[in-house]
């Protein structure tokens, strides 16, 4: 069953898409958006991860900017998405994954997954409220790397990706060694379906990847 919801945060109300599988939840994830707001893709992903047993809130992060924004797949919309994570910040960002995070503890163990930004704010969820998290694509993730971990985190990039230069993915394996990290031969964005940067058995093996790393960290 999915629906929107309305999650009561530090910084007002803000909807969130919530997937719950057919039966009790095994345990529960935080979807993080892109840069082009809880779309039918995010809104995709989490029906998949409710499909597998997961119950899932997806927050539409630019509520607290401009409620119910959507932004296209393009120059402008891409250019519109920067600016408002931008303007909303990661501060508020991690406080609307916590007041998620939160509505979802009565379905146990809860987790993160996040891509493009959102890859980075599940970075940041890891480190600073103690969420499992996978990230995926987070091209803002080098200046948090020195950051401690309170929690495990699974990295996935692309190897064509101009955003994310291979000296970046480096300094994730060398700053946090402990810590899975991956590469695919794949552009940024490969896990999204839509779009010419889809690249399907990269985005099928990151996430099967990612699903045993869930089912080994939120069990």
Same mark, same amino acid.
């Given at each position: 069953m999915s629906q929107w919801i309305t999650l009561d945060t530090a910084h007002g109300p803000v909807r969130a898409w919530q997937a719950l599988p057919d039966g009790p939840a095994r345990a529960a994830l935080v979807v993080i958006q892109e840069i082009f707001g809880a779309n039918a893709h995010i809104r995709r992903v989490a029906d998949q991860y409710a499909a597998d047993g997961y119950a899932v809130l997806a927050p539409a992060f630019f509520d607290p900017l401009e409620p119910g924004l959507e932004l296209d797949y393009d120059a402008a919309g891409t250019a519109r998405g920067k600016a408002l994570v931008d303007e909303l910040g990661v501060d508020r960002a991690v406080d609307i994954v916590d007041a998620a995070a939160r509505a979802l503890a009565g379905h146990g163990r809860v987790g993160t997954v996040g891509y493009c930004w959102g890859g980075t704010i599940a970075m940041l969820a890891a480190q600073?409220?103690?969420?499992?998290?996978?990230?995926?694509?987070?091209?803002?993730?080098?200046?948090?790397?020195?950051?401690?971990?309170?929690?495990? $985190?699974?990295?996935?990039?692309?190897?064509?990706?101009?955003?994310? *230069?291979? !000296? =970046?993915? %480096?300094?994730? #394996?060398?700053?946090?060694?402990?810590?899975?990290?991956?590469?695919?031969?794949?552009?940024? $964005?490969?896990?999204?379906?839509?779009?010419?940067?889809?690249?399907? *058995?990269? !985005? =099928?093996? %990151?996430?099967? #990847?990612?699903?045993?790393?869930?089912?080994e960290t939120l069990r």
């Open positions: 600073r409220l103690g969420l499992p998290s996978a990230s995926y694509y987070g091209a803002r993730n080098v200046p948090f790397l020195d950051i401690p971990f309170k929690a495990p $985190a699974i990295f996935h990039f692309g190897a064509q990706d101009p955003s994310i *230069p291979a !000296a =970046a993915v %480096a300094a994730h #394996r060398e700053k946090q060694p402990s810590m899975q990290v991956y590469v695919y031969p794949a552009d940024h $964005a490969f896990n999204r379906e839509v779009g010419a940067h889809y690249h399907a *058995p990269s !985005a =099928a093996l %990151a996430r099967e #990847r990612t699903l045993a790393f869930f089912s």
